[in-house]
């Protein structure tokens, strides 16, 4: 058999070797991607993100392999603290998501994991874009509703020690009225803004699933909020009070409730609301 004839049939076993190497490659990203879940799901984090770290590098098309790398790498980060070796552990496994999301705008996993990673290390105005970002895809989304209105509290609540700190006082949960009615003002217009919009956002998590017991209890909490900024209107500031009252009530009740009816069944890895497997 002459040169140019055996060029053919190296050419076509070529092509085969490929195909078989590459099969090979994917069972075995497949083999570390169930490795690294039984990891994850025994807490051993950092044997996990070492199984899916080796299936991207066998299959880097295998589906979800980089939404459980992110998530497990997440599990290493302190909820808020913001040193730099979190905020950098933090921002791998954003990029890690990053990824996913140029190759599925809008996959809603990992909108959500990239927008609690930043919540975890407090850059609180990241965190609501991407939770607005989850809404733009889905605008149903009670979740990431409730975040918004979770971070426009723990805003508000922030500006409201601020100001208390100085004038001698702690926050009472019931309006401070005793605060100078010249700080009150200042603090009005501080927190107007995400008092009203953080109470938008928890309605809207609750008409989109009415046993949200969560977000009543932060429905409680913003209203006491709202109580701060009445500024000596005596009979709004009971009204406000009043009104966290029946929110905290109505949270009890309905989590009593779901307690009772809650029925976890078995089943395979799933992704939580913030895009973490369980």
């Not at 076993?13 to 590459?22: N, P």
């Not at 992110?70 to 730099?84: E, R, Y």
């Not at 966290?244 to 992704?271: C, F, H, L, Y």
Request: with cysteine; hydrophobic share 40%.
């Amino acid at each position: 058999m002459n040169r140019s004839a055996r060029l053919p049939i190296l050419a076509a076993s070529l092509v085969v070797m490929a195909l078989t190497f590459t099969g090979c490659n994917r069972l075995a990203a497949r083999d570390q991607l169930n490795k690294g879940v039984e990891a994850y799901k025994a807490g051993k984090y950092e044997a996990a993100i070492t199984h899916f770290q080796t299936a991207i590098q066998d299959d880097p098309s295998l589906p979800m392999a980089k939404n459980y790398l992110a998530t497990a790498l997440s599990q290493n980060i302190v909820p808020g603290l913001d040193t730099p070796d979190n905020v950098k552990m933090a921002n791998q496994a954003i990029d890690i998501y990053k990824q996913v999301l140029q190759q599925d705008p809008n996959d809603i996993n990992s909108m959500k994991g990239i927008a609690s990673l930043y919540f975890n290390i407090k850059k609180l105005d990241d965190a609501k874009q991407w939770q607005e970002k989850v809404l733009a895809v889905d605008p149903k989304d009670p979740e990431a509703a409730y975040t918004v209105g979770v971070i426009d509290w723990t805003e508000a609540r922030e500006n409201a020690l601020k100001v208390l700190a100085p004038a001698g006082m702690t926050d009472d949960g019931l309006g401070n009225a005793k605060l100078p009615k010249k700080e009150c003002l200042a603090l009005q217009q501080q927190n107007a803004p995400l008092v009203a919009e953080g109470t938008k956002y928890l309605n809207m998590a609750i008409e989109n699933r009415p046993d949200y017991d969560d977000a009543m209890a932060y429905m409680n909490l913003i209203y006491r909020r709202k109580a701060d900024l009445d500024c000596g209107d005596e009979a709004a500031r009971k009204a406000d009070v009043a009104t966290a009252d029946s929110w905290r009530d109505k949270a009890m009740g309905t989590r009593k409730a779901n307690e009772a009816k809650k029925n976890q069944g078995p089943g395979g890895i799933v992704m939580d609301s913030n895009g973490n497997m369980k």
